[in-house]
Nanobody, 126 residues
Framework: QVHLVESGGGLVQAGGSLRLSCQAS????????MGWFRQAPGKQREFVAG????????DYADSVKGRFTIFRDNAKNTMYLQMNSLKPEDTAVYYC???????????????????WGQGTQVTVSS
């Protein structure tokens, strides 16, 4: 059974940093492209960042480019999202997702992901 467990969320002041982790189990982690998505109250879920299975390709939403960094450690079955210079508009529940694929592309459409975590809350105060 596949499990994705996010951690690292919390309350931080604007300008601060957080690092989210996504621990995967029950799958061959290196065969999966991974992504971070977020959903704020009253808004649709949106793509934040993605990384291909070999860690050779990443993609970011324009709103987080230059502030967030996605990376993974296939030996630890873990993906990370380093979030710097946080803004109140980054407040949301953040979800990690896994997509079984042979492609080196990063997929931004949430409908293409196979597995999801339960989410972790990130709140940025002004």
């Amino acid at each position: 059974q596949v499990h994705l467990v996010e951690s690292g969320g919390g309350l931080v002041q604007a300008g601060g940093s957080l690092r989210l982790s996504c621990q995967a189990s029950g799958l061959t982690f290196s065969s999966y492209g991974m992504g971070w998505f977020r959903q704020a109250p009253g808004k649709q879920r949106e793509f934040v960042a993605g990384i291909n299975r070999s860690d050779s390709n990443t993609d970011y939403a324009d709103s987080v480019k230059g502030r967030f960094t996605i990376f993974r450690d296939n030996a630890k079955n873990t993906m990370y999202l380093q979030m710097n210079s946080l803004k109140p508009e980054d407040t949301a529940v953040y979800y990690c997702a896994a997509r079984l694929t042979a492609s080196s592309r990063v997929e931004v459409r949430d409908t293409t992901y196979d597995y999801w975590g339960q989410g972790t809350q990130v709140t940025v105060s002004s």
